[in-house]
């Protein structure tokens, strides 16, 4: 296609677009990537990976904890948030290096802009005011934080990016939210030493999670410290007079002290300027990119992949669609991404791992349903005296006794659900369950160890 100065331009350097032009140029095909701020993306650059570097910083506190009853004696302990930051920031520096040398090795042009749509095959390059040609474009702009522009004083918040740079660890933050980055975060700046409160408009925090791991893990924050407000949302915030803090009203009449308010209300594609409307590339009412099964706009030569679609927000699930568009597109073989029972993570303190159907969803889909339950101290928590539970839990089809879902809550859940992920795409049984050998002593033999069902379902009732 020697009429294009390209065969593939990406708009957006994050999980989806790069794989999606490193690959295509590893097949030879002539490939541009345009990032406007830095390559990685939301997950490298401010998302997953920084998280969990200061999910390992923030666990050390109970790390040192717990020393004692293990005959260690640990001096007085002291943080320095700085010293993290710039610890993390030359993390994330290498790994950025890391993405625009797979793009460059392959033979990707590397283009540092913002990039918009002009029409179905040309892109503006916003640096240089340049315009260029492709046979296919790949959307991938992911996401940002939703502003919450309703709210009066929503500019005096921060949202998770500001979170991973502030220019010192605040003495108390208000986090509003319910979901993943909430709930994570609250666990983050508590270990680290700042008084937390959470806030969240529902009934349970983890609205889309089983209700175990929803009120297991609310438990083991609030005996931690980290105060939680339920069925409440903030109605204002403002600086208090004269400098230092904020005040938070909520809705319910509470006023709350505090330097910093964090909103992780979930995120917004990013799709605002793109030049969309030019190319004729159709949005939802939430500005997502609409596309068909195969990541495929209703523009025949444009295609979208990861969180600008609001399909599923999860840095995996963006790789995942890259490669079957480089499959479909380039490889001959027209591959759907498949978005069923997605293994995922939520690095809370303890952590929550789950895959399939919570039992409230298999409740209300299958006839009788089986619902294999343990909750036990783990084992490191009887010499620390730490109070902390585990719970682990499977939902279970009676009549074919499939597994249908899978929930942990403890230590190393993420790990351990990314194995059970395999096992239940894989179709696996109850029966495959019970005839699998324990590996002792772990935690996650209780797996394999709860024979009788601690109770049933039937029509959705209890029995
Ligand atoms: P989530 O969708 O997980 O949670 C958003 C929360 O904000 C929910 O509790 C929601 O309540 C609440 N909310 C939304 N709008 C309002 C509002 N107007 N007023 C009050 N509350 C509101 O989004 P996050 O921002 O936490 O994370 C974004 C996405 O990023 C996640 O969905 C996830 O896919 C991904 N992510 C994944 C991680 C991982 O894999 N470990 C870590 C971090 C993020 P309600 O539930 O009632 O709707």
Redesign the pocket.
């Known amino acids: 296609m020697g009429a294009y100065d390209y065969d593939l331009f990406v708009i957006g350097g994050g999980s989806g677009g790069v794989r999606a032009g490193r690959v295509a140029a590893s097949l030879g095909k002539r490939v541009a990537v345009a990032e406007e701020h830095r390559f990685g993306g939301t997950c490298v650059i401010r ?2 990976v920084p ?1 969990k570097l200061f999910v390992y910083a923030s666990q050390f506190h109970e790390h040192f904890e717990d020393a004692a009853g293990y005959g260690w004696q640990v001096g007085t302990p002291t943080f320095d948030w700085k010293a993290l930051i710039a610890a993390k920031d030359k993390e994330i520096a290498r790994l950025e290096g890391l993405y625009r040398r797979g793009l460059d090795t392959n033979g990707a042009e590397i283009i540092d802009s913002r990039a918009e749509l002009v029409d179905a095959h040309t892109v503006r390059l916003v640096a240089s005011g340049k315009t260029v040609t492709a046979e296919r474009i790949v959307i991938a702009t992911g996401g940002a ?2 502003p ?1 522009a309703a709210l009066p004083g929503h500019e005096l918040c921060i949202s998770s990016n500001e979170a991973f740079d502030l220019p010192q660890l605040p003495r108390a933050i208000l986090i ?7 709930v ?1 975060f609250a666990n983050i700046f508590h270990g680290l030493g700042v008084q937390v409160t959470l806030i ?3 009934q349970e925090i983890l ?1 889309r999670f089983d209700h175990d791991m929803r009120q297991g893990l609310h438990k083991a924050m609030v005996d931690k410290g980290i105060r939680i407000l339920l069925t409440d ?1 903030i109605e204002n915030v403002a600086q208090v007079e004269g400098g230092g803090g904020l005040i938070a009203t909520t809705k319910n009449g509470e006023t709350i002290a505090v330097d910093t308010v964090m909103l ?4 917004d594609p990013n799709t605002r300027g793109l030049g969309l409307e030019a190319a004729g590339v159709a949005m939802d009412e939430r500005g997502a990119i609409i596309v068909d099964a195969y990541s495929r706009t209703n523009v025949p030569s444009i295609w979208a992949l990861g969180d600008v679609t609001n399909r599923v ?2 840095t995996p699930v963006a790789i995942h669609e890259a490669m079957c568009f480089i499959d479909t597109e380039y490889r001959g073989k027209p591959t759907v991404p498949d978005h069923d029972l997605i293994a ?4 809370s303190q303890p952590e929550i791992g789950t895959v399939g159907l919570s039992e409230e969803d298999a409740a209300q889909r299958y006839a009788e349903v089986e619902v294999y339950r343990a909750e036990f101290r783990p084992m490191k928590a009887t010499l620390s005296g730490r109070a902390e539970k585990t719970i682990m839990k499977l939902v279970v089809d009676a009549a074919s006794r499939k597994v249908l879902g899978a929930h942990i809550l403890g230590h190393d859940a993420g790990e351990m659900v990314q194995l059970l992920g395999i096992s239940l795409k894989a179709g696996v049984t109850k029966d495959d369950f019970d005839r699998t050998m324990a590996v002792h002593p772990t935690a996650s033999e209780e797996l394999v160890t709860m024979y009788q069902p601690s109770y049933r379902l039937r029509d959705g009732r209890r029995v």
């Not at 992780?264 to 995120?267: I, K, T």
Request: hydrophobic fraction near 35%; charged fraction near 15%.
């Open positions: 998302g997953c998280k934080p939703n919450h509003a939210g319910g979901g993943y980055i909430a994570e969240y408009r529902g609205s949302v992780a209300l979930g995120r927000q999860l995922t993570a939520v690095f």
